[in-house]
């Protein structure tokens, strides 16, 4: 057995990965695998019409079965046929219950997904903020406007806590609240917030927000 495992035996093997490769057809999409790209070019090849379809529906299961993912989507089933598509060359003579595709619809880009470009006045408070700040000045009941600024405020304190190393005091979150509201909403001096408890450490949310990588190592076998 020690011979098996000797580089010698490793270089043929490898040796006849190569030339494997070099013969077979590159697949059109390596998911799916050279057995379903077999079948597909099996099917192309059927001179009946019926048996095309029937060859090819059965192909389509296949595939549903190797990507199961795909049936999170909605339209996870015309999916499944622009791949067929896609891996027959777009050669196939079939009723598909799809419109064929084309190779654009693969190259093209897809549509550029608009983002929000707005100024953050004090970004570890957010954005969320401001919009919480600018709904509360609207409301006209007075009591109501004090118990919701003061939810606001402590709000503010716990953004402040979860991304700052330091401790805040309560007036600093008083003093930011009268800036980002123009002086819209202001809580009187000496307010006590809530006391903010069990809030994650700080290496556990700097981990969150910037992953790092895993080391893999692996031993050598020969």
Same mark, same amino acid.
């Given at each position: ?12 093997? &490898?040796? +006849? %990965?190569?030339? =494997? ?22 099917? @192309? ?8 379809? #029937?060859?090819? &529906?059965?192909? %389509? ?14 339209? =996870? ?8 598509? /896609? %891996? #027959? ?17 693969? /190259? ?18 957010? +954005? %969320? ?6 709904? #509360? ?7 109501? +406007? ?13 953004? =402040?806590?979860?991304?700052? *190393? ?9 003093? #930011? ?7 819209? /909403? ?10 903010? +408890?069990? /809030? ?11 992953? &790092? @990588? &895993?080391?893999?190592?692996?031993? *050598?076998? =020969?």
């Amino acid at each position: 057995m020690d011979e098996v495992f000797k580089k010698p035996y490793l270089c043929r093997i &490898q040796g +006849k %990965i190569m030339e =494997y490769s070099k013969k077979e057809k590159r697949l059109r999409m390596p998911e799916y695998g050279r057995i379903v790209q077999n079948m597909v070019d099996h099917a @192309k090849q059927l001179p009946d019409r019926d048996e095309r379809n #029937a060859a090819i &529906q059965t192909i %389509i299961d296949v595939m549903g079965n190797i990507n199961p993912t795909l049936r999170d989507n909605r339209d =996870y089933k015309h999916k499944l046929w622009d791949h067929l598509h /896609l %891996i #027959a060359d777009f050669q196939l003579d079939i009723d598909s219950p799809f419109d064929v595709p084309s190779m654009d619809h693969f /190259l093209g880009k897809p549509d550029r997904v608009p983002y929000p470009v707005s100024r953050i006045k004090f970004r570890h408070y957010g +954005k %969320i903020v401001e919009q919480l700040i600018e709904k #509360a000045v609207l409301i006209t009941d007075e009591e109501k +406007k004090f118990e919701y600024t003061r939810q606001i405020a402590n709000h503010m304190k716990i953004s =402040y806590l979860t991304w700052n *190393k330091d401790n805040v005091t309560d007036e600093i979150i008083l003093t #930011a609240l009268k800036e980002l509201s123009r002086e819209r /909403l202001c809580l009187p001096s000496g307010t006590v917030l809530a006391e903010i +408890k069990d /809030l994650p450490p700080k290496s556990v949310v700097n981990k969150k927000r910037f992953p &790092q @990588k &895993q080391n893999h190592t692996f031993k *050598k076998r =020969y």
